[in-house]
């Protein structure tokens, strides 16, 4: 039990989430879905983010399903980011069969629960292929091109590159509590309850250091925007212009598109005829 | 001048922003990848570390602040891990920054380490409620006769009724109140200089919870609601669409025909603009 506990701490390591979200936001520049434009992978996003939600028909879904599969297959998504949707969804409506059973439900429960399940998982499959598999700065130009208030846009580009600062940041408060600290041994039921609670008091406690640096940071951030004429590059046309001159559809955007339309098509004749 | 120093300027509400954003985003981001652990049917999770915005919003300009939390949330957490689920999250956004706008409003004296424990866990409260609400709805949406299938409905509203409450209870007094409590005190008058401004106090016109704040976060929650209730519309819209047109599957098998045309004349295209490029 222990070493087992032991050997999740040392997955869940604080480099270890730092790699695998960079992993995911820089890390796969070169396949199919990181070259399209964003403009269409958006657009396409829509639909399938909002289409499945709509549909009651079994087949309709499972053909969504499998498609948006087969994209976040091509999208190169770190395993992370999967493994926590695959936890996400089925712990989800796992959890609501077991308690509609409880309730004196019966296996006629079943077909309801994995219609929602395949919704869930599809609308959040589509969003995996389009937000892992775009670099963030692609990404800010095309939710800008669709008039997404800027804050939003900036707020992408800006996290992503703060963040990998931040945590080691907030590794490095950590250490250094850890260090002066002498934490309680976890031996027994109520020793390691009280290991938790030390664990849990020295990140609350982390946050207080991270601030005032996070405070110091964020205005030197804005001041250094407004030098560069931040709030008036938001809203004069000519600046955004110049930002958006970089998207281009090409061909095989089209093709993107085309096949997706055949796809949908496909499993709409399917589910009509059956 | 003198006293418009306590109220933010617009740059210094982009910093209170880009504070609230960064840090809840990064917060929002471990506990999202921190797997929760279950003591029977109790769910002990770090639901999250809404103490951060609840602390900045009482220290500064409520509405940046939660409007930071909230993008940070969406940004970090949804987007950076690719978990954007669409509908759902225009409700959290929405929930996030009511929550957050009107513990920070409550609280008119920073100081007073009771009204600030007040304001925390209503915040929490409502933002959780809420959530509760719009979880309850979305289930019976999704679910096609939902009253029809046995045990569904008691399920729902005890599982998600048990959640709320254990959220405010457990998350909402431990990780939520009891650090902000801790936190606004230490942070008062350390942190504003950072940024260059002067502590919020009792005159201060940021505080207050006015009527013009309630209307508006019922129309804002009333939006988060109506979206749900678009998606029905939304739906017999097409299904109404679909019967009027004479047959289901001519329409399915023109649309087929059609994406064949269109994938194989783009295919041609592009072979043709490939051979154009090497023969040139």
Known sequence: MKRLSENILDKFSIDFLKNQVLKNAYGNNDTVIAALDPRVLLAWYLFFGIVPWFSHNAIFLLGCFLFVAATTRLAKVAGLVLFLFALGVFSQTGYLLIVTMFFG??????????????????????????????DPDKLSNGLMWYGVPERLSFSVSYAYRILPMLMEEFQNVLLSYRLRSNPPKPCGFIGKIKYLAYQVKVVIQAFYPLMLNTAKRSRTTVEVLEIKGYRYAASSREVRKMRLSSLKITSGDLMFIAVSFLWVSIICLVSTVI | MQKNLTAANSSQKLMVFVLSMSLYGMATLFTELIPKFQVGIVEFSVEYFLFIPLTLAILFDPMSAALGAATGELVFSEIMLGQFGGLGELEKFISVTIGVMIAGKMVKDPTNKKMVGIAAITGVAVQQLMGTIVDILKVQFAVEDFEAVAGLPESVYITEGFACLNDILFSGILFCMIPTILLVPKLYGKIEPLLGMKPRTKDSIVSGVSPKLVIGSVIAFAIAIGAEMLAENGMALIDWEASWAESKTALAIGMVVAAVIAVVVLAVIRSKSNSGKESA
């Open chain 1, 105 to 134: 439900g019966d296996s006629s429960a079943i077909m309801p629960l994995l219609v929602l399940t395949l919704k869930v998982a599809t609308v959040s499959l589509a969003s995996i292929t389009v937000f892992s598999g775009l």
